[in-house]
């Protein structure tokens, strides 16, 4: 049995057109994945690119790395940042007044696993089956 494996590598500045570069780059999934499936994958990869964006302190020389791996249709991604990281909650919920705090509402919604590493930079990674 064949596997198609294909893999997204890429680096980006913590600047507002960061989500929609990351999105873009997902193009290359179009023959790989079914289209709502990959349109899950782009939020959940707009979505957390953009909680690096806003959320972790960096400096503009700071990347932000975008890791998305899809083998046979299955997709794990991962989002990588130098900041200093946020307390995963144990549900995640919007803010009280609804003004923000979807992102990892989202993530946890729409991916069948996800979850928070620490180490030389903070990594949030998914698994879409």
Same mark, same amino acid.
């Given at each position: ?14 600047e ?19 289209? $709502? ?8 990869v +707009?979505?957390?690119?953009?909680? +690096? ?27 990588? %940042?130098?900041? +200093? =990281? /946020?307390? @995963?909650? $144990?549900?995640p919920?919007?803010r009280? %007044? /609804? $003004? =923000? =705090?979807?992102?990892?509402?989202i993530?946890d919604?729409? +991916?069948?696993?996800?979850? @928070?590493e620490?180490?030389?930079?903070? $990594?949030?990674? /998914?698994e879409?089956?």
């Open positions: 049995m064949t596997q198609q494996l294909e893999r997204i590598d890429l680096k980006l500045a913590p507002p057109k960061a989500p929609l570069t990351a999105r873009r780059a997902l193009d290359r999934l179009v023959n790989l994945l079914p289209p $709502s499936k990959l349109e899950d994958v782009r939020l959940v +707009s979505e957390l690119v953009t909680n +690096s964006v806003l959320h972790a302190g960096l400096s503009p020389k700071d990347r932000i790395r975008v890791v998305v791996a899809v083998r046979d249709g299955a997709v794990r991604g991962e989002i990588q %940042d130098p900041g +200093s =990281g /946020f307390g @995963v909650p $144990s549900k919920q919007p009280p %007044d /609804f $003004s =923000g =705090g979807w992102g990892l509402q993530v919604r729409i +991916s069948d696993r996800w979850g @928070v620490r180490g030389g930079t903070i $990594s949030v990674w /998914f879409i089956y």
